[in-house]
Each structure stands twice: as structure tokens, then as C-alpha cells.
């Protein structure tokens, strides 16, 4: 089992700047890639940004590429999403997540979930 916990969440006003922390635990070692996705009101869960065990491959998604970057630091098992240029549309729940499965697309194979930590992103 690998547990995930989500930091970093709060109130922004368009246009400002937060950083996600996900910090791991437990069966880290079994971890290929780690994520983030997020799930706005009404809305279901997408795809935000992931990076593999090596960090040499990232995705993101179009609506979040060149504002927002993943990173990642081994030493602390710790995973981070820096958001810049927020817009009220980022308003969502931010979730971690890990995958143990190798090979596959870096938008799937998920199998574990942070709690996640709310974003709100004010006009």
C-alpha cells in the first residue's frame, strides 16, 4: 500500500500563485509514476499533470500547460504541483495519486488516492 497526503490547497485570487505538496509513505518503491487530477463542482474527476519514477516524462493538460509544473523530490518522497497564473476555472479538489504500473499512459493506471486539498481560485 502507498499513502498519499495532500498540502498546500487554499484561497488565491485570479492570477496568483500556489504550491501543491503530496507527500508518500509506505510502498514508495512500487511507485512508477505519481499525478495530479482534480475535480471541480459538478464536474468529474480530470486529468492535471504526471510525471514518471525517473521525472524525464511529464504530461499535462492543455488547459494547465505553461502555467502550471510538476516536480518531484525522491530524497522526501514528496511530490509537488506549482500553479501559476490561476484562474477561477482551476477552482477544483486537488488530488494525489500514484500508479505501480509501468508502460502504460502517464493519464492512467491510478490505484492510489490522496484525501485531496481544495483550490479556490477567486475573480
Do not use: H
Not at 499525478?35 to 471541480?40: C, E, H, K, V
Not at 494525489?96 to 485531496?116: D, E, F, H, N
Amino acid at each position: 500500500q502507498v499513502q498519499l497526503v495532500e498540502s498546500g490547497g487554499g484561497l488565491v485570487q485570479a492570477g496568483g500563485s500556489l504550491r501543491l505538496s503530496c507527500a508518500a509513505s509506505g510502498r514508495t518503491f512500487s511507485v512508477y509514476a505519481m499525478g495530479w487530477f482534480r475535480q471541480a463542482p459538478g464536474k468529474e474527476r480530470e486529468f492535471v499533470s504526471a510525471m514518471d519514477w525517473s521525472g524525464l516524462n511529464t504530461d499535462y493538460a492543455d488547459s494547465v500547460k505553461g502555467r502550471f509544473t510538476i516536480s518531484r523530490d525522491n530524497a522526501k518522497n514528496t511530490l509537488y504541483l506549482q500553479m501559476k497564473s490561476l484562474k477561477p476555472e482551476d477552482t477544483a479538489v486537488y488530488y494525489c495519486a500514484a500508479s505501480p504500473y509501468s508502460g502504460s499512459s502517464l493519464r492512467s493506471g491510478y490505484v492510489y488516492w490522496g484525501q485531496g486539498t481544495q483550490v479556490t481560485v477567486s475573480s
